[in-house]
Structures are given as C-alpha cells and as structure tokens.
C-alpha cells in the first residue's frame, strides 16, 4: 500500500443549507410538520424560500458535515459531489474549501440547480428541514478521479447518495478503486429506506 495524501475522502451529497428563524404560526401558514424532514422540488423550494425571513447559508449534506468535523481535528480529507454553475454552488464550493477540504469537482451546467435544505428553526430549537436534492443527485461516473481515490486511507460513502443511479454508478466505481488500491470503504446508511430499497 502506498502513502495516502487524504485521511478521508468523501462521496456525498453537496447541499446547502439555508437556514432561518422562524415560529410556529409560519410553519403552519406553510402546510409543514414541524420537526419534520421532507423533500422538495424546486417550485417548492422558490416558492418556500421567498416566504421565508431572513437566512444565513452554510454548505452542508451529511458526508461533507463529516469532513468538516474531521478537517477541524486535523485530518486531510477531500471530497467528491455535484453542484450546478449558479450561486448556491459557488457557495457550496467555497465553504468547503474554505474549511479546509479539497473539492475540484466541476459544476453542472443547466438545471436542476444546486440542492439546498431550508431548515426553519423556531424558538424552541425544533428545525423543520425542507431538502430540495437538485444538482447533487446527477454526479456523474466520470467524475471519480483514480488517482484521487488511490490517494485516500479511506473512502467514505454518503448512504443517502446510493438512492439515485447516477451517482450510485459513480460510487461503485469508486469502490472497485478503492479496493484494488487496498483502501478503507465505509458506508454510513444514513436512512432506513436505503436499507429497505437497496438491502
């Protein structure tokens, strides 16, 4: 086994996370459940976004949330996700670099666009989280860098990510790389629908 570059590498989804104070009659007013999870389209997601207060954007999705917790303890990680060539993925690209992961992944031209979560959090620190998957579920096989993933101790995989075709292609490639170079594979299972659809 050769020397690693990364510590971790990381194959998720690349969200952002929009997030905003709110209460409960606003929750109401928009035909939520509160503390809830649901997905999105992107109508919703417009439409939600332009009812809601003012927000506060951070990158987020739950293999790049990983890295970062690993980055900020001294680990060299990197990561792997689609986003989309508008504003929220220039965000998403800079925070995460910013925090100190690697990310070269080239933006999706055209829709959908980048995946966003609006996380509404009332007084009572419940956050009702409205998730609008867009570009990240598109991350295509040929993105999976060998040399990128041969340079990693371990490979971590974003569960919620395995549901699409697309990036669950990307993902099997990477493994089959992974393997052969003789590195870690982890996967987080993220829900139970992805036991239930995948075993």
Known sequence: MTDTRFDVLAIGNAIVDIIADTDDAFIASEGLTKGSMQLIDEARAQALYAHMGPAREISGGSAANTLAGLARLGHKTAFIG????DQLGEVFAHDIRAGGIHFDIPARDGAPSTARCYILVTPDA??????????SQYLPATVID?????SAAILYLEG???DPEEPRAAMRTAIDVARAAGRKVALTLSDAFVISRHG
Do not use: D, H, P
């Open 82 to 85: 689609q986003v989309a060539t």
């Open 126 to 135: 419940q956050r009702t989280m409205n998730t609008f998957l867009g570009a």
């Open 146 to 150: 060998k040399s990128l993933i041969e």
């Open 160 to 162: 919620y990510l395995w």
